[in-house]
């Protein structure tokens, strides 16, 4: 679990140093991995405040959907009359979280030639062309996923709404905070959601720069998403005021390649289109309009890594220049290095993923106050990476043991670090429970 939860813990659970007021976990972080920041943590660069206010500290605390949100979602459900609701959320989560990505072309083609060879082997069972065809087409579709692409009908957008509008909410949330707490000078004025949906997106946006937004553009393919999401804006009715002003509908992307949104967002999105050349024109695309940052958000899996990844890398490495805007990308978020990921080259490839708990809406069925959002985000930015502090990133739950602590590291070096914090070594520390 990539969380900088885990950086408050061993930068604020120690105690202070009497006299020189220095916390020596700070200067223990500086001397297990040596240059992995850009401010030195010798240096009393905090000033007088307090630890736990350090610059690396990222967590959110437990979030909730505005009452208004809530309130719409309660109703349209309630009004739909819908039977066995509990049981259609359980079905479409279960199979939102497990569902793999298409088969590619290149490698549905590899595994049928592998095949044809194999049934080769013995001549005398295929000694008609048409009965080996039909045997390789029989085993490859008994050993290949069959991915489909999903229709989101009236009935299905409100069980989508009912699943994941306030998991989704949640981790759009934590993403947006990374931006809020790092750079709190940020003011966008427009933003452009693909993939919209229930409009999750558009709600925390205005929940976290509501003051200079002016501008929402909702993006989907589903007609049936965006009169829901409309509704919900509007309380639950199609002709009531909207909640959230300047929010503009519609069902492609702007043509025009001039047009750019000081954010742009697309939330478990990626994973719905059919092919990765699909996949590759839309984050081309979707960072041609980006003037500042771009958001991909994906379930918290090693698939959805992936493709954060594989997007990360594109957007890196394209020499594809906006005629309106040359400046070149960096990754703003989690990532303290533009460098492969070491996650996927590790013996072992974990996903890199963050967890943020959030208040559920008070649906019948939802038995728990509160629930985890597992996902994974990348966030990229226009500008030198020259422009952000590079702090490691702890990749994994710390450890704590009686008399030290286990961190696993990502450094600015591009290489995971496992740093071993000790009493004896590293001045005193008390030890505190992970939040």
Not at 402 to 419: K, T, Y
């Amino acid at each position: 679990m990539a969380t900088a939860r885990g950086l408050r813990h061993l930068l604020t659970c120690s105690r202070w140093r009497r006299g020189r007021g220095e916390a020596p976990q700070s200067r223990a972080l500086a001397a297990v991995v040596p240059g992995v920041s850009q401010v030195d943590n010798n240096s009393d660069f905090l000033g007088k405040r307090p630890h736990r206010r350090h610059p690396g500290i990222l967590h959110l605390p437990c979030v909730e959907v505005p009452p208004a949100l809530a309130a719409a979602a309660q109703f349209l459900l309630l009004e739909s009359s819908m039977s066995n609701v509990e049981k259609q959320v359980q079905a479409l989560t279960n199979y939102l979280w497990s569902r793999r990505l298409p088969v590619e072309p290149e490698e549905l083609q590899r595994r049928a030639v592998h095949l044809e060879e194999k049934f080769l082997e013995n001549p005398d069972l295929f000694q008609v062309e048409e009965k080996l065809r039909e045997a390789v087409l029989q085993a490859l579709r008994k050993t290949t996923y069959h991915w489909q692409e999903l229709s989101y009908s009236e009935s299905l957008s409100l069980v989508y709404m009912a699943a994941r509008l306030d998991g989704g909410f949640a981790a759009v949330s934590r993403a947006f905070h990374e931006i809020r707490a790092r750079v709190p000078e940020f003011q966008p004025q427009t933003l452009m959601d693909f993939g919209s949906g229930t409009g999750s997106v558009t709600w925390a946006a205005h929940s976290a720069w509501g003051q200079s937004l002016r501008e929402y553009m909702c993006v989907d393919s589903s007609a049936a998403m965006l009169v829901l999401a409309e509704k919900l804006l509007k309380g639950g009715s199609e002709s009531g005021e909207p909640y959230v002003p300047g929010v503009f509908f519609r069902q492609f992307l702007p043509v025009s390649p001039k047009v750019q949104f000081d954010v742009v967002v697309s939330a478990f999105s990626l994973s719905e289109l059919p092919s990765k050349a699909d996949r590759t024109e839309l984050v081309q695309t979707l960072w041609r309009k980006t003037s500042h940052f771009l958001i991909l958000v994906e379930n918290g899996t090693k698939a959805g890594h992936c493709l954060l990844m594989d997007a990360r890398d594109l957007v890196l490495k394209g020499k594809e220049k906006s005629p309106s805007d040359p400046r070149p990308g960096f990754v703003f978020a989690p990532c303290p290095h533009e460098l492969p990921c070491p996650q996927l080259t590790a013996s072992k490839p974990l996903a890199c993923s963050f967890s943020q708990a959030y208040h559920c809406i008070p649906f019948s069925w939802n038995k728990k106050k509160q629930k985890e959002e597992k996902f994974s985000m990348v966030i990229l930015a226009r500008g030198s990476p020259e422009e952000a502090n590079r702090w490691p990133r702890i990749t994994q739950p710390v450890l704590k043991r009686p008399r030290h602590v286990h961190c696993h590291l990502c450094c600015p070096d591009g290489h995971m670090q496992h740093a071993v914090i000790t009493a004896r070594q590293h001045g005193r520390y008390k030890g505190c429970d992970q939040n």
